[in-house]
């Protein structure tokens, strides 16, 4: 049963429009089956003049939904108008989760042999391998580059023979770094806090160049579940290069004690089979 939805606490500004609920219905009655208008839940002020009437929404499907009938008169006449009859969702409705766009859905893992996914020209975390840095800047004033000019300087940079047109920026290194430290890879997993020691002692972590060097190796154990992975130096595991097994001495341990038992034959008891001659 739907909730009676209050009305606004609004000044109604014109009582001919808000009193016309029977106006309304008639209006709605126009449009839709009879079954499936219920209650008046209220009005809405849109406007001066202008106001909305809702009537609960009995059609399957449609729970938590109501219909809208907006209504308006001119000035100085007593017969409203309507605007517009619409099907809206209340505030208990099923309604469809925000849209969001394809390229922001898609996660890590998700892209599948054959896929592309193109990154776009302002892409903050790619810079343009001459520059390392922002836009050229020609007597102190900042060039903004065009798509087109864009294009250009990568296929320049490409019949020169300068290697990558793009470079990872600033803001794409600090964000790859903090994705790295607080992944699986980090000291915060439950691998890492488990670990006797860290990755920065151990033999198998291969170093890398440049500033994510300072945090970051990579591990070449074939044993460890990170192996050929990014892990920063306060990460660890259980296959540490160093790692040794205690040895403990310990006794072996005593013969079972038992009773022996011999089967004593009484007087005049004949055993079966092979117990009685093997025969």
């Not at 790692?243 to 005593?254: A, F, I």
Request: with cysteine; hydrophobic share 40%; aromatic share 4%.
């Amino acid at each position: 049963m739907l909730a009676a939805v209050r009305t606004q606490e609004r000044k109604v500004n014109d009582a001919v429009t808000a009193a016309a609920v029977d106006q309304a219905r008639a209006a709605l009655l126009e449009e839709v089956p009879a079954e499936d208008v219920g209650d008046h839940l209220g009005r809405r002020v849109e406007a001066a003049r202008v106001v909305t009437h809702l009537f609960a929404c009995h059609r399957k499907g449609y729970v938590g939904w109501q219909w809208a009938v907006t209504l308006t008169r001119a000035t100085r006449q007593k017969k409203v108008t309507v605007v517009e009859v619409a099907l809206l969702p209340g505030p208990d409705a099923i309604v469809a989760p925000a849209w969001v766009p394809y390229r922001e859905r898609i996660k890590p893992g998700d892209l599948s042999p054959g896929d592309l996914l193109p990154v776009a020209d302002d892409d903050p975390r790619l810079v343009p391998t001459y520059s390392f840095g922002d836009d050229p800047v020609e007597a102190g004033v900042d060039v903004q580059l065009d798509s087109a000019a864009k294009a250009q300087v990568r296929q320049v940079a490409k019949d020169l023979g300068l290697g990558r047109v793009r470079t990872l920026s600033p803001e794409g290194r600090d964000a790859a770094a903090q994705r790295w430290y607080d992944g699986d890879g980090g000291p915060d997993s439950a691998l890492a806090r488990s670990a006797p020691e860290a990755c920065s002692s151990c033999g198998f972590l291969v170093r890398i160049s440049g500033p994510l060097g300072l945090l970051f190796g990579v591990c070449a154990n074939g044993d460890a579940n990170d192996d050929g992975r990014v892990v920063s130096f306060d990460h660890g595991c259980g296959a540490h290069s160093e790692v040794r097994l205690t040895k403990r001495h310990t006794s072996p341990p005593p013969a079972p004690a038992g009773r022996r038992h011999r089967l004593r034959r009484r007087p005049g008891h004949v055993l079966s089979g092979r117990s009685a001659g093997g025969r």
